[in-house]
């Protein structure tokens, strides 16, 4: 830059800070009125009015950008001086404090929102682990892996009397075809009870129950198959190595199995082999003694006694007809006593078991509904006695799919294999495999229009 234009410029700037500095000098002694003292206190900068407005008029860049920055209080009203107050920090002050005045919330409401919130969590964590569970369940109640139906049985002329198709997922008999549900899960229920049996195990099934439960409709079906039908059941070493088969009593299955092959197990061959091959995979086996833990979980189950027996919980002879809440021993003997010198006695046992599992049903079913829980807590009183291959998810998925949409224990089917009864060693029943058929296509299958 030119000597002469740096002499002009520093004689500007000293220009302006005479002027700046006289004006100071002269606004200095004057005597302000108390007003004037107030006024000029809330002001930051006091400077002269002409200089303000010089710097004003020049176009700086940074003018706007500051102004926004500052956002400043500007009174230009005063005709010598000017006051300026920057205003964005007080702002911000008293904000903080009206927002933080605001939004304090008393003790009692942070406690409340504190409790809210951990309830809100915990039905979060209730809700994701229920469908987990339930998602595991249907996994695993829907297999029908491995069927293999073979049905030997053959019309007035000879011929074969039912067709098989696609190893059994598809059936034709009686001029309709049928279609294998695989919506109908099973679970076999089982009551045992010790008996003398030779090496085995002690232990016979004494109550035979298959639920199936379709998941799509909601669909419930209780089958009873009577533990004296005669079929071809299974005998084991030991070690668990198949030995041969042996045309006995259902109720044999059980005593069969071992620490290798679970009695449940074998009880659920032996009933496949009764349906042609149909799988059987899930099963809950129970000792009849243990039972009285079950009911008095509820409270005891309520009916009109099919039987005169001397009640031990009661003290005193229950007459046939009478009303009576069983509770305790007299549980097992409701649902066991027989007597063993009439030959079809068992039948009238299973229409006092289905008596009571359709009074149990109805008395756990309302509650089960409103609370899933009702019946995984069940399940958890007695599954450390049983002998099952359920565990919570399967309890869970069953659980909630035969009672979305049941709307009570009425709706339930109960269905019951029956057949000639022949006096052998035993009582021994034989089915006739044209009902063992057409029930199960009945309950397993379904029409194709």
Do not use: C
Request: glycine share 6%.
């Amino acid at each position: 830059m030119p000597n002469s234009e740096k002499s002009n410029e520093n004689s500007m700037l000293t220009g302006q800070e005479e002027a700046i500095s006289t004006a100071s000098e002269e606004y200095e002694p004057l005597e302000k009125s108390p007003a004037e003292k107030q006024a000029t206190e809330e002001f930051d900068y006091i400077v002269p009015a002409e200089t303000y407005r010089q710097h004003k008029n020049k176009k700086h860049k940074h003018h706007k950008k500051r102004v926004e920055e500052t956002n400043s209080t500007v009174d230009e009203s005063a005709e010598d001086y000017v006051f300026v107050t920057p205003v964005k920090k007080r702002n911000k002050h008293h904000k903080h404090h009206k927002h933080h005045k605001h939004h304090r919330l008393p003790l009692w409401a942070r406690i409340i929102i504190i409790v809210l919130s951990v309830i809100l969590g915990l039905i979060i964590i209730a809700g994701a682990t229920f469908y987990i569970l339930h998602e595991i369940g249907r996994s695993a109640m829907h297999n029908y892996d491995g069927i293999d139906i073979t049905i030997p049985l053959q019309d007035e002329s000879g011929k074969d009397a039912a067709g098989v198709l696609d190893e059994g997922r598809t059936i034709k008999y009686g001029g309709k075809t049928y279609r294998l549900n695989e919506d109908v899960m099973t679970v076999t229920f089982i009551g045992y009870n010790e008996n003398e049996v030779g090496e085995s195990n002690n232990y016979m099934a004494d109550a035979i129950y298959i639920a199936a439960i379709d998941d799509y409709t909601g669909k419930t079906t209780i089958l009873g198959v009577s533990r004296d039908t005669m079929l071809d059941v299974n005998i084991y070493s030991a070690d668990g190595q198949f030995i041969n088969t042996e045309k006995t009593q259902l109720s044999y299955a059980y005593s069969y199995g071992n620490d290798k092959v679970k009695g449940g197990e074998n009880v659920n061959t032996s009933l496949s082999r009764l349906f042609f091959g149909l799988p059987f995979k899930n099963y809950f086996a129970i000792d009849l003694a243990s039972l009285e833990e079950l009911n008095e979980a509820i409270g005891g189950v309520t009916l009109t006694s099919m039987l005169t027996f001397e009640s031990e919980e009661y003290g005193r002879t229950i007459e046939e007809g009478e009303e009576i809440t069983l509770h305790g021993k007299d549980v097992e003997k409701y649902v066991r006593s027989r007597d063993i010198e009439v030959l079809d006695s068992n039948n009238s046992r299973m229409d006092r078991q289905q008596q009571y599992i359709k009074a149990f049903l109805a008395s756990i079913i309302p509650a089960a509904k409103k609370d899933i829980s009702t019946v995984t807590n069940l399940f958890g009183v007695v599954s450390d006695n049983a002998d099952t291959t359920l565990d919570l998810p399967k309890v869970t998925y069953l659980a909630t799919a035969a009672l979305s949409k049941m709307r009570n224990a009425s709706e339930i089917q109960y269905v019951r294999l029956d057949g000639q009864i022949k006096e052998g060693e035993h009582a021994e029943m034989y089915l006739d495999d044209k009902d063992v058929l057409e029930t199960m296509l009945e309950i397993f299958y379904t029409p194709v229009e």
